[in-house]
């Protein structure tokens, strides 16, 4: 039989671990008596953890979040996960959390055995993070957008579109998505009656929110596809759809989901007929037409720009130009 202590730790670790558990069950897991059980729950809860207890056939105990934060127990592989987020956080894409993620880290850091500093000293050594050049948002307002999609509370807020233009949104917040590069909400507008999606740089909630809504069901059942296709349409200044005439998984393999969104388009065989494959549509969009242009030639794949004319047109100009600069064909 465990000794009391190591058993608590024992128990707080299982409880932690999913949401509910029956007492013959922890009972089991410990080696004790549900009457054990019992009583350990109870020092636990002196302590200061929030555990509640149901009885019956479905009975059982769940781990609730108290008024103060306990200790956490963590596996090996948990704490080398909160450790590597916590670095990738102080240097990520949302202000106002880099020195609190430091704070975090350097705590979590100090309490680690040293087989697992080891292993973070040397992932932290091993990578170079380089300094992106898009937008942060404020964690502040990201936040505030979090519990409005919670709560299903309609946010108001100033929003500055991509011309620059300012204007007054209420919205029903529906989702944020993370696309690896740029936060965005999706919501339904009530102005324009239809979905939109908002960059999240760009919005500044006012306060107090306004009253609660039903939840609509989205058109598609897919916010992050949803997302994709208005952050490479509406979100940016030149949206583009372009078919890449080689397989789906060959270009899943080279693009981020923040490329843009990517489907499979069998109707269009080209160059990827003779790999096996069908083609693959892309909807995706920059904020200039030379960037789209440069993105698109570094996939190394045969493409036709089907929106906009414009990217056509400077491609056009654009192999000319190579064609002259490299010089009449010898052999």
């Not at 990520?92 to 100090?110: D, F, M, N, Y």
């Not at 740029?182 to 960059?199: H, M, P, Q």
């Not at 065989?269 to 993105?295: I, K, N, Q, R, V």
């Amino acid at each position: 039989m465990l000794e009391t202590s190591v058993r608590l730790l024992r128990l707080l670790s299982l409880l932690q671990a999913r949401p509910g558990w029956s007492g013959a069950e922890l009972a089991d897991r410990l080696g004790v008596t549900t009457r054990t059980v019992r009583n350990d729950v109870e020092r636990l809860r002196i302590l200061g953890y929030e555990i509640h207890s149901t009885t019956g056939t479905a009975g059982g105990y769940r781990l609730g979040a108290g008024k103060a934060l306990p200790p956490l127990i963590l596996d090996d592989e948990e704490a080398v996960a909160v450790a590597v987020s916590l670095h990738a956080a102080a240097g990520g894409t949302v202000t106002g959390i880099e020195e609190t993620s430091l704070r975090a880290l350097t705590k979590l850091r100090q309490l680690l055995p040293s087989r697992l500093r080891r292993r973070i000293d040397a992932l932290r050594e091993a990578t170079l993070s380089v300094p992106g050049r898009v937008p942060t948002v404020d964690a502040g307002t990201l936040a505030v957008i979090a519990a409005a999609v919670r709560d299903r509370e309609r946010l108001r807020f100033d929003y500055r579109g991509h011309d620059g233009e300012e204007s007054v949104r209420t919205v029903e917040p529906h989702r944020l998505v993370h696309t690896g590069r740029r936060w965005y909400l999706l919501a339904w507008d009530d102005e324009r009656g239809d979905w939109r999606t908002f960059r999240a740089d760009r919005v500044r909630p006012r306060t107090p929110n306004g009253p609660r809504f039903a939840p609509r069901p989205l058109p598609d059942g897919d916010a992050a596809a949803h997302v994709l296709r208005g952050a490479g349409s509406a979100a940016l200044r030149y949206p583009a759809r372009v078919r890449l005439h080689a397989p789906l998984e060959v270009i899943s393999e080279r693009l981020t989901p923040a490329a843009g969104l990517l489907r499979a388009d069998d109707g269009a065989a080209g160059a990827a007929g003779a790999a096996g494959g069908g083609g693959c549509l892309l909807e995706t969009g920059a904020d200039s037409l030379d960037d789209l242009a440069a993105f698109l030639g570094s996939l190394d794949v045969p493409f036709t720009v089907l929106d906009p004319p414009e990217l056509r047109v400077l491609l056009r100009t654009l192999a000319a130009r190579y064609a002259e600069a490299a010089g009449p064909a010898r052999g």
